[in-house]
């Protein structure tokens, strides 16, 4: 076989070359979805979910979409602290509010801090 970058190449390191491509590969994917985390007083409303906005809780917003409200009140109730973690995406208009559009956890407990 040829040399490559100087070295030369064996049957084994071209073999293994799909595999190292793919655990690359998999890695970026996983490094472009990063989870985001509203947590606070969770509030309701007739038609939505959110943390924030009320006196005391800062001037971010975070919603909970239509969609995944079920998930959210199964395990936390309004008016008390939750946390929840997801994807999510700036909502339309608004600069400092995020709806939590795929969650994939829900707890009623804070987070722990880390140093």
Request: aromatic share 6%; net charge neutral; hydrophobic share 40%.
């Amino acid at each position: 076989l040829t040399h490559f970058g100087g070295l030369p190449m064996t049957w084994h390191a071209v073999a293994s070359l799909p595999f190292v491509l793919v655990v690359i590969a998999a890695g970026q994917a996983e490094a472009r979805s990063p989870q985001d985390q509203c947590d606070g007083i969770l509030h309701q409303d007739a038609q939505s979910l959110w943390f924030g906005g009320a006196p005391g809780e800062g001037e971010g917003i975070c919603i909970v979409a239509a969609a995944q409200t079920r998930k959210v009140i199964e395990v936390c109730t309004a008016g008390a602290y939750c946390r929840v973690v997801g994807v999510g995406a700036a909502c339309e208009g608004s600069g400092e509010c995020t709806e939590l559009e795929r969650i994939a956890a829900v707890s009623r407990r804070k987070a722990p801090h880390r140093r």
